[in-house]
């Protein structure tokens, strides 16, 4: 089967974790200062928190930004489940914006009549959470000027979106935003196994986002209530948790960084043959706003009907193909119906799910394999 996605792991990144291995630290060691220089380096942000997945770094974020019981985060149904549950982590609740049918990315338009609406009812959301799809940035700065307006704070999920750049500056350099997050799950661009990073320009942000990675205790002595008692001493000021990176993943997304732009460009290479090899088929294809470089994580093609998406997924799957569907929507998972959402309140995020079928795409998908992937989805079509 070819998969969708796939990581790419080189003799260098056997070594990086080796060494690792039989240095002194597998955890709190200094690799991970090291990993978060390097993003800070990438992306311009002046702080980087490393973390043990994504889901993680959405949490302490929202928690930097005090999210809490009687609050709301808003964010679209076309994404990952761990985009809309950090607000229940957090005793908030959810609410979603639909998507732009073209971009398939959170629909400003919708998102201004919706505040519009807030406003008057005195429920404005305290938290924004847009959703890079498939690499590519959403409209941050019309996001970020709403922002202002109506006074709520701006998460960037770009799980997605690792390596990708908006409006000429890296992604993750949170131009737009209080606080970006990215993901390094084996399937996303890189991969430290699992693991995530929350980076900021905010260093208050980026200190309580430190806190709550690690159990909430400091060894600061001005985070501190009593006066530092020793070197031994140390307090715990909030409630935090264990979300902590090993030095032996953060050895392994140390040398990954090193191919990021590597991975990126073949990721476009590999989009450009299929939007050409695509071309003859009735079939959606990604969209391509202007002024992004994405970083291509999903290539989806959109079924139209007579075909039907569910058949020609069966059928792909039979030819080897593992195709996949990003994303059902989050608002009908039966955890989110219980909690009063339905079928019909989202309806171009629920059209996108119906007909959403994502290709492989990989930096060692080979030009065999996508032709293979091509012809079955012709076969299928028909
Ligand atoms: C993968 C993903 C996450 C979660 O990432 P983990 O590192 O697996 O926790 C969150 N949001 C989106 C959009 C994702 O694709």
């Known amino acids: 089967m070819i998969p969708y996605g796939r990581q790419d792991i080189s003799e260098e990144d056997i070594e990086a974790v080796e060494r690792v291995l039989r240095s002194d630290f597998l955890t709190q060691g200094p690799v991970i200062p090291a990993f978060e220089r390097k993003f800070c380096d990438y992306t311009g942000a002046n702080h980087a928190v490393a973390v043990n997945s994504a889901t993680s770094a959405l949490h302490i974020a929202c928690l930097a930004l005090d999210l809490g019981p009687g609050d709301i985060l808003w964010t679209v149904p076309n994404t990952f489940v761990a985009s809309a549950n950090c607000a229940y982590y957090c005793g908030a609740t959810v609410d979603f914006v639909d998507i732009d049918p073209d971009t398939r990315n959170m629909d400003v338009s919708a998102l201004e009549a919706k505040l519009d609406g807030a406003a008057h009812a005195g429920c404005l959301p305290k938290i924004v959470v847009p959703v890079h799809f498939a690499g590519q940035s959403c409209d941050m700065r019309a996001i970020a000027e709403l922002a202002k307006r109506y006074g709520f704070q701006v998460i960037e999920d770009a799980s997605h979106a690792v390596g990708g750049s908006y409006a000429d500056k890296r992604i993750g350099g949170c131009q737009f935003s209080e606080i970006t997050i990215f993901s390094f799950h084996p399937v996303k661009i890189i991969t430290t196994g699992e693991g995530g990073l929350a980076l900021t320009n905010n260093a208050e942000l980026a200190e309580r986002m430190d806190l709550y990675r690690s159990h909430g205790v400091t060894r600061d002595a001005s985070l501190m209530e009593s006066p530092l ?23 392994l997304g140390l040398s990954q960084m090193q191919r990021l732009d590597a991975f990126t460009k073949k990721r476009n290479e590999l989009a450009q043959t299929y939007n050409s090899l695509l071309q003859e088929l009735p079939i959606g294809l990604p969209h391509q706003s202007f002024d992004t470089y994405s970083a291509w994580h999903l290539y989806t093609v959109l079924i139209p009907q007579p075909a039907n998406r569910d058949v020609v997924f069966q059928e792909m799957r039979e030819k080897g193909v593992g195709v996949n569907v990003h994303y059902i929507p989050v608002h009908l998972q039966p955890f989110y119906k ?12 629920e059209a996108h799910g119906n007909k959403t079928l994502t290709l492989p795409l990989h930096p060692n998908l080979t030009a065999e394999q996508q032709t293979h992937v091509v012809s079955a989805l012709g076969e299928a079509i028909s």
């Open 338 to 349: 219980k909690r009063g959402f339905k079928e019909g309140m989202f309806p171009y995020a």
């Open 229 to 251: 008692k020793g070197p031994w001493y140390y307090e715990q000021v909030a409630l935090g948790f264990n979300y902590r990176m090993t030095d032996l993943q953060a050895g």
